[in-house]
């Protein structure tokens, strides 16, 4: 199989977008499948009939066509013409002032539509944020979503049929799970069936990001230290950063500790959320988590790629997809993401914050024999008066009340398929 037999989500976006005249750009981590995802769609248009040009800025003998906006006018002129065509620019953050290039072609209002990808978002999306105002259309690409992993495994069979199967085949979802808990969802991972094999393509993408993305894309010097960096915070996904703890255990200053830290969530490797606080006497109010965006590239830099046995280490894997889904499932809502935690140390995994309400979530991956509401949801529903809480667990399904919040006990799969509107009533 090829990465061509993954359906993603974005590509069906990218599709209904591909008319506009905004320049499309893919951005995401390297190996998520941008460039797959670009080859599909203009085979999609050359099955169509309509004109395309693919050039690659990782390819020797494409990169003089980007000389100059003359020099990519004439090339593209070459290959399809003077008339309407489709020209897709891939790795376009190679090319120096990739945001001012494009503007530069757009301003000469040629009848093409521009569809460029790039690794990382340090040194592509800060060169188009002011240079393409209003002139793009950004798509993130990550790896495969839970989503986008179950559907993939059970051949597309159940996909309007989720609820059913995830209720029937118990043991096939739960291999599933564990699976993407320890393997995460790199295309080309996936893909492999075996687990050296597996194993080999993660080194390929680890050891990619970090010498080429990293050492040649952001110019860090220390590059020992930042992939010791990444191997820290693959050990405290989930906990409470401590910065200063962290440049001392590094051996490197405070400044560059919180500048790689950038940098790994610039790069899409990791994102960190803030913590929710209404009184900073008594609940952090400063001090970040982090979650990572791919479940294998964490378990690589923690040297257990394939091998997260343990209940507390699948617990905190467990965690880790638990944000993932709901980062995407609350994307474009203008909600945000935080954690709970007060000076006496009492916790909530989540807390989605919409500005107008909260839903507190706790996670817990084990075997819940009854809906007892966790402790720390106490203490939180009696400050904030939350009109309802969430536990994702392994396996129960039920409803409390704590005061006057619902408390919903329910699964990662009841998670992945519910309508997760922050404002809706209970």
């Not at 399809?80 to 120096?96: A, K, N, T, W, Y």
């Not at 320890?182 to 194993?199: D, F, I, Q, S, W």
């Not at 880790?320 to 007060?342: C, D, M, P």
Request: charged share 30%.
């Amino acid at each position: 199989m090829s990465p061509e037999t993954i359906k993603r989500t974005v590509l069906e976006e990218i599709k209904r977008d591909i008319r506009r005249e905004e320049v499309a750009f893919l951005i995401g981590p390297r190996q998520a499948g941008k460039t797959t995802i670009m080859k599909i769609v203009q085979g999609e248009l050359d099955t169509a009939g309509e004109k395309t040009l693919f050039l690659s800025l990782d390819y020797d003998h494409d990169r003089a066509h980007f000389a100059s906006q003359q020099s990519l006018r004439k090339k593209i002129e070459l290959e399809i013409g003077s008339g309407p065509g489709f020209v897709f620019l891939d790795e376009i953050q190679r090319r120096e002032n990739a945001g001012l290039f494009l503007k530069g072609m757009q301003d000469l209002g040629l009848p093409y539509k521009f569809i460029a990808s790039g690794s990382g978002s340090v040194d592509l999306k800060a060169k188009i944020k002011e240079s393409m105002l209003g002139r793009k259309r950004v798509y993130e690409v990550y790896p495969l979503s839970l989503r986008e992993f179950v559907d993939f495994r059970t051949g597309y069979r159940y996909s309007d049929r989720l609820t059913d199967f995830f209720a029937l085949e118990k043991t096939r979802s739960e291999d599933l799970l564990l699976e993407y808990l320890n393997y995460g969802g790199y295309p080309r991972v996936v893909l492999e069936a075996e687990a050296r094999e597996k194993l080999r393509v993660m080194d390929e993408i680890y050891q990619g990001y970090i010498t080429r993305d990293i050492a040649y894309l952001l110019k860090v010097e220390k590059i020992d230290a930042y992939g010791q960096l990444i191997k820290t915070l693959a050990d405290q996904a989930g906990k409470i950063i401590n910065y200063s703890e962290l440049a001392t255990t590094l051996g490197i200053s405070l400044p560059t500790v919180k500048n790689y830290c950038w940098y790994a969530e610039e790069t899409y490797i990791l994102r960190r959320i803030a913590p929710f606080f209404r009184n900073v006497r008594s609940e952090i109010s400063k001090s970040p988590s982090v979650y990572f965006s791919d479940l294998g590239f964490r378990n690589y830099a923690l040297g257990a790629l394939g091998h997260v046995q343990r209940p507390d280490d699948l617990g905190f894997a467990f965690q880790n997809l638990v944000y993932l889904v709901l980062r995407e499932k609350l994307l474009w809502s203008g909600a945000q993401i935080h954690f709970w935690r007060t000076k006496s140390k009492t916790e909530i995994d989540f807390v989605i914050d919409t500005g107008r309400s909260v839903i507190p979530v706790e996670v817990k991956y084990k075997e819940l024999p009854k809906p007892s509401p966790p402790r720390p949801l106490d203490g939180f529903t009696e400050k904030y008066r939350p009109a309802r809480c969430l536990v994702v667990n392994r396996s129960l399904r039920a409803t409390a009340r704590l005061r006057d919040t619902e408390v919903r006990f329910l699964t990662i799969w009841d998670l992945l398929l519910e309508d997760l509107d922050p404002d809706r009533a209970v």
